[in-house]
């Protein structure tokens, strides 16, 4: 397991979403694993956990990077490059299932002749609505998972929300049906980030994101750099800049850890080709 140098300071974990979030389970899978014993404090965007945890030492954020079907989450990987404040690193990652349940606070799917929920889920799971819910369904709009549970006390026990496993511990609701997404295989990427250092594992990799003028032979140059000192890519994505229409961010994974010597000496190589660079941080691999 990956180490965190000085994890018992960390004060505070702050991470996207409403209560019952997917990232609200993926803070408390981080909280576990590390040993965390820390405040933790939700907030609304992303943008607003990088600019916490940069001005705060103490403090760790909790953020979605990738997800399965819908890609790169691009406001974790713009905020992530903008940053200009405190240097912050990806300190571990986790993949979990973004499963939707049925929820309710009663026990028999049969009664159920309504549903509350905010537009997004039901579109995520209207295979299972048109097949499994009732015809004439009585469906009420909300904005979040949140409001959709605390609504759901206003209403008889024919009503169910969709919610996650989370909010059913949450609210002590009923989990009628698990996993009742249309994609039954989604899944999503988080990460943790701060100022905190890691130690090198077996499995530990390391990312960075670069720019390179768009020459021939240059993205050989950062390919043969890692090549020639046995160094795997495990993960490339390309993005655009927006700071020009033919510009492209790359983000890549390397295998191994950056206080390992053949590896800092090709990131330090790197950098010679590249008219952007930014090391992102070293982490455990799942």
């Known amino acids: 397991?990956?180490?965190?140098?000085?994890?018992?300071?960390?004060?505070?974990?702050?991470?996207?979403?409403?209560?019952?979030?997917?990232?609200?389970?993926?803070?408390?899978?981080?909280?576990?694993?590390?040993?965390?014993?820390?405040?933790?404090?939700?907030?609304?965007?992303?943008?607003?956990?990088?600019?916490?945890?940069?001005?705060?030492?103490?403090?760790?954020?909790?953020?979605?990077?990738?997800?399965?079907?819908?890609?790169?989450?691009?406001?974790?990987?713009?905020?992530?490059?903008?940053?200009?404040?405190?240097?912050?690193?990806?300190?571990?990652?986790?993949?979990?299932?973004?499963?939707?349940?049925?929820?309710?606070?009663n026990s028999e799917i049969y009664n159920i002749s309504g549903l509350i929920a905010p537009s997004p889920a039901i579109a995520k799971c209207s295979e299972y609505i048109q097949t499994q819910l009732p015809m004439h369904l009585n469906v009420i709009n909300t904005s979040s998972i949140e409001e959709s549970a605390r609504l759901l006390n206003s209403y008889n026990l024919t009503y169910a929300i969709i919610g996650t496993e989370k909010t059913a511990e949450i609210y002590n609701l009923n989990i009628l049906n698990p996993n009742i997404n249309n994609d039954k295989n989604n899944q999503t990427k988080f990460v943790m980030v701060g100022s905190f250092k890691t130690l090198p594992t077996p499995r530990s990799t390391s990312s960075i994101a670069i720019t390179i003028e768009d020459k021939p032979g240059k993205l050989f140059s950062i390919v043969q750099e890692l090549a020639n000192r046995n160094i795997n890519i495990s993960y490339i994505h390309a993005t655009p800049s927006k700071m020009d229409v033919n510009e492209y961010i790359l983000f890549l994974d390397v295998q191994g850890h950056i206080d390992e010597v053949n590896v800092k000496e090709a990131l330090d190589s790197i950098q010679n080709h590249t008219k952007y660079y930014k090391f992102m941080g070293s982490y455990e691999r799942i």
Request: aromatic share 8%.
């Open 1 to 105: 397991m990956t180490k965190i140098l000085n994890s018992e300071n960390v004060k505070t974990v702050a991470y996207l979403g409403t209560s019952g979030s997917f990232t609200e389970m993926a803070k408390d899978y981080f909280c576990a694993k590390y040993d965390l014993k820390a405040y933790q404090m939700p907030f609304r965007t992303i943008e607003e956990i990088i600019k916490y945890v940069e001005s705060d030492d103490d403090a760790v954020g909790v953020i979605p990077v990738e997800n399965a079907k819908e890609g790169v989450v691009r406001e974790t990987t713009d905020n992530l490059i903008k940053s200009t404040g405190k240097e912050i690193f990806i300190l571990a990652e986790t993949i979990l299932p973004s499963n939707n349940c049925l929820l309710s606070k």
